[in-house]
């Protein structure tokens, strides 16, 4: 039995976010491990200036399905991907602007979670 393509998608984006997360905790562990903890916690908003984005992205590319739906679906991803690109930018500023953290760990979480999001669909294609 197939199911449809929005629960589908639906379905991926939530283990590519739940990847990105797993990514991000291991990366701020690792960034404690060898740094501090300054280290770990711009390693971790790095990765959730590549997380948030992207979650908002899912949740609003994959609102809907089906033919009779297909320019709001196509609407939806262009939306989608306008926010998300955005949002990184803002984020991004944000935490390099307001805090004091490290950027190369900054940039290390954020590159790691992006890698994630980018290999998880990858691995979770043919159990979604």
């Known amino acids: 039995m197939t199911q449809p393509l929005a629960l589908a998608g639906k379905k991926l984006a939530r283990k ?3 990847s990105q997360l797993v990514v991000s ?5 690792l960034a404690f491990l ?3 903890t300054d280290a770990a916690m711009a390693a971790f908003l790095g990765s959730l200036s590549a997380i ?3 979650a908002l992205f899912g949740w609003i590319a994959f609102r809907y399905a ?3 739906a297909n320019q709001q679906v196509v609407k939806s991803f262009f939306v989608g991907e306008g926010v998300k690109l955005i949002l990184t930018a803002v984020l991004l500023s944000l935490v390099l602007l307001l805090t004091d953290s490290n950027a190369l760990w900054l940039l290390t979480g954020f590159i790691l979670a992006v890698v994630a999001q980018w290999i998880a669909p990858i691995l979770f ?3 979604t």
Request: charged share 10%.
């Open 52 to 54: 948030l984005p992207n």
């Open 16 to 18: 590519t976010v739940l």
């Open 66 to 68: 089906g033919a009779r």
């Open 25 to 29: 905790v291991g990366t701020a562990i």
């Open 125 to 127: 294609l043919k159990s």
């Open 34 to 36: 060898v740094g501090q």
